[in-house]
């Protein structure tokens, strides 16, 4: 594979896109730009949101932990999340989602100014803004990483261009559309990376001279198949990673705008709910053929004699790019892809419809021409597209490894408040913190958290994806002491 033949091929996927995004991008307005008129058809939003959840990293990541012994997810662990997931998606789709369908929200956040005031939902919304800026700037850095070893630095093209290449193809694609142009965009993408997981696999296993019942008992037989583990001391603990699982799933789906955007743009709640049941059966499914292409990797490697990479982040294109067949390669750099801008316009899109609402305030500015609100709607986006690029070129900037894994965990710690205040909100619907202080709680929480995890570690005790847990249980508990001083203060 040549670099001018995967550049041939990123192009031909980018015409597909930018063909599909044009057709369903006829009507710009707002309304279609950030709930598609709320027409969009369940099941297209269903299996688009594939795409969408799984990002480059995970195409890449999973994969390769499953031979990384020192992983949280090494072997077939990460199905234990996978099934907490599972009940988080039901809770979802049987708590939040008719709350946002019955206020008729377009952000979710709106929920936080009606339930505690404006500083508690101008808190959410910036703690939105903040996790998912860090979080989608990470995913892109680590694939713009790849595309550039096996792409761009043969080519003799400086990381600059290579971001700002990534990023302008998804900008030229979402700018106008928006939210209805992406559940047709991600179906397509979610299409691609289900060929490239399941193509690819089934060509290893045909190099190897396996077929689908070979492949399977070879990796039942393996040291990777392991599913459950319960030294309870480990990351992975089975109790650990399945309530987390429940958590992740209700914080990063359910209170993530991103993804619940695409929910609000369904007809009505039934079928809005169906969508995310249906979703979360193929999701489980996704990931276990995730793990599956992991396992594969290893043993194709060992039954080749290839030496493995230092990182298991680099074992699946290094693989692709330097040891499979063309075509094998060509599935990978089309997953790749795919994974990759699914995750990464949705982001951009659900970032954009987030200022406009959340601090715009677009739904209140009632006199004001749409054309105008138009116009400002497109330098947001513009505004996020740039703001996404030069965080991703401050990450090659710093060049450590250590340091930008460490930002993109604290970005991941600010779910945690978002899960205090919508719980604290459902749960205790008597009581009202303390606006003004609400964002004092927020802070502070994952402060503690921070410094407790440090603690635990040392004295050799993991805590986890169950940190998420312990954040979100200090912001209720902030919460609640906000709300004991307010009714003590009417009292007063």
């Known amino acids: 594979m040549t670099p001018m033949f995967i550049l041939s091929v990123m192009l031909c996927y980018f015409a597909v896109l930018l063909a599909v995004a044009i057709y369903t991008s006829r009507d710009a307005s707002n309304a279609a730009f950030f709930i598609g008129h709320k027409k969009s058809p369940w099941y297209v939003v269903a299996f688009g949101m594939i795409g969408a959840s ?9 994969p ?35 709350t946002y369908y019955a206020m008729q929200l377009t952000s979710i956040y709106t929920y936080l100014e009606q339930r505690f005031g404006v500083f508690s939902y101008k808190t959410g919304a910036g703690y939105f803004l903040l996790s ?47 939210i ?42 393996s040291q990777y198949s392991q599913v459950f583990f319960w030294d309870w001391q ?71 004699g ?22 094998i390669g060509v599935f990978f750099l089309i997953g790749l892809t795919a994974a990759c801008y699914a995750s990464a316009d949705s982001a951009i899109t659900s970032l954009t419809t987030s200022f406009c609402i959340d601090f715009l305030n677009f739904e209140k ?15 947001v986006h513009i505004g ?27 970005a991941g710690y600010t779910y945690g408040p978002l899960l205090g205040l919508y719980s604290f909100g459902f749960l205790l619907k008597g009581f009202r913190p303390i606006d003004r202080f609400v964002p004092l709680v927020c802070v502070v929480s994952p402060v503690l958290c921070y410094f407790l995890n440090v603690y635990m570690s040392k004295h050799g005790f993991q805590i986890g994806f169950a940190l998420l847990i312990i954040n979100g249980a200090i912001t209720f508990l902030g919460l609640l002491l906000l709300s004991l001083l307010n009714e003590r203060k009417e009292v007063v």
């Open 365 to 379: 500015r009632q006199n004001v021409p749409p054309q105008q609100l138009q116009r400002t709607r497109y330098w």
């Open 384 to 410: 996020f597209s740039v703001v996404l690029l030069l965080v991703v070129l401050l990450f090659k900037e710093i060049n450590n490894e250590a340091v930008i894994n460490e930002i993109f965990r604290l």
């Open 306 to 327: 290839i030496v493995l990479p230092a990182r298991t982040d680099l074992l699946f294109p290094t693989l692709a790019f330097e040891y499979f067949p063309t075509y």
């Open 132 to 178: 998912r800026t860090i979080g989608s700037a990470f995913r892109l850095y680590l694939v713009a990483l790849v595309l550039q070893r096996f792409l761009f630095d043969p080519l003799g093209v400086p990381f600059f261009y290579n971001a700002l290449s990534m990023l302008f193809m998804i900008w030229l694609y979402t700018i106008r559309g928006g």
């Open 234 to 304: 480990k990351n992975n603990y089975f109790w650990k990673q399945f309530l987390s699982g429940v958590f992740i799933a209700i914080t990063m789906t359910g209170l993530d705008q991103d993804l619940m955007q695409k929910n609000n743009s369904c007809k009505n709640i039934g079928e809005a709910q169906l969508n995310m049941f249906v979703f979360s059966g193929v999701y489980f499914v996704v990931i276990f053929l995730f793990l599956s292409l992991g396992a594969m990797l290893y043993l194709y490697a060992n039954a080749k």
């Open 64 to 98: 390769g932990a499953v031979g990384d012994p020192n992983n949280v997810n090494t072997a077939f662990s990460y199905l234990q999340l996978a099934m907490g997931y599972l009940v988080g998606y039901a809770v979802v789709a049987l708590v939040l989602m008719p």
């Open 54 to 62: 799984l990002s480059g990293v995970t195409f890449i990541s999973v």
């Open 180 to 221: 209805k142009s992406i559940i047709w965009t991600d179906t397509v993408q979610t299409t691609f990376m289900l060929l490239s997981v399941i193509s690819i696999t089934y060509g290893m296993g045909s190099e190897l001279g396996w077929g689908v019942g070979d492949m399977w008992r070879n990796i039942q037989d």
